[in-house]
């Protein structure tokens, strides 16, 4: 193996911003694991990298601890995009939202640390901001989140630092707008 070609897990990597990761990564000479339930994203973003040597597509939800663990062996890096996404879904349906944005984030985190990743980057949110007070809104502005969309991506991100901090997982949380 190239000593410079990363390991990469993509959770969430047949969505939008994921299928784009996955993709440069691949052209970057690394070394793919995609991990995505399909129920935002699709596979057939990623079709067209199914045969490619460096890139394997697993179908499995993040709060699958049991069938994700195992994957996470011998990789270096993380980036942990899954999701479920959209505000007024999660005011209908808190649980499901919980289940895997909140327990999915764990998961992806015992995950990572069982297996001594180098990176762990975790995709947060804008929307932990609530309504902001200032536009742009500066990353020190106070998190207010409005809905279970919001909460559970910054309990999520708020897990992600408790592990750095807590077991020295050297992550990074970035509040996409």
């Not at 996470?72 to 007024?88: K, N, P």
């Given at each position: 193996m190239?000593?410079?070609?990363?390991?990469?897990?993509?959770?969430?990597?047949?969505?939008f911003?994921?299928?784009h990761?996955?993709?440069?990564l691949?052209?970057d000479?690394?070394?793919v694991?995609?991990?995505d339930?399909?129920s935002?994203?699709h596979?057939?973003d990623l079709?067209?990298?199914?045969s490619?040597q460096?890139?394997?597509m697993?179908?499995?939800?993040?709060e699958?601890?049991?069938?994700?663990?195992?994957?996470f062996?011998?990789?270096d890096w993380?980036?942990?995009?899954?999701?479920?996404a959209d505000?007024v879904?999660s005011?209908?349906?808190?649980?499901?939202?919980?289940?895997?944005?909140?327990?999915?984030?764990?998961?992806?985190?015992?995950?990572?640390r069982?297996a001594?990743?180098?990176?762990?980057?975790?995709?947060?949110?804008?929307?932990?901001?609530?309504?902001?007070?200032a536009?742009?809104?500066p990353?020190?502005?106070?998190?207010?989140?409005?809905?279970p969309?919001?909460?559970?991506?910054?309990?999520?991100e708020?897990?992600v630092?408790?592990?750095?901090q807590?077991?020295g997982?050297?992550?990074?949380s970035?509040?996409?707008?």
């Amino acid at each position: 193996m190239d000593i410079s070609m990363k390991r990469c897990i993509v959770t969430g990597g047949a969505g939008f911003i994921g299928s784009h990761l996955v993709e440069r990564l691949i052209v970057d000479g690394h070394a793919v694991t995609a991990i995505d339930n399909f129920s935002i994203g699709h596979p057939e973003d990623l079709a067209h990298l199914k045969s490619h040597q460096r890139f394997v597509m697993y179908k499995a939800g993040v709060e699958d601890f049991a069938t994700i663990r195992p994957l996470f062996d011998g990789a270096d890096w993380v980036f942990h995009l899954a999701a479920m996404a959209d505000l007024v879904p999660s005011i209908r349906n808190p649980r499901l939202y919980h289940d895997a944005n909140v327990n999915g984030t764990l998961s992806v985190l015992e995950s990572a640390r069982a297996a001594r990743v180098k990176r762990f980057i975790y995709s947060a949110s804008s929307s932990c901001y609530g309504i902001p007070d200032a536009y742009p809104t500066p990353e020190t502005a106070p998190a207010r989140p409005m809905h279970p969309y919001a909460l559970t991506k910054y309990v999520g991100e708020q897990y992600v630092m408790h592990w750095a901090q807590t077991y020295g997982l050297p992550a990074v949380s970035l509040r996409l707008f």
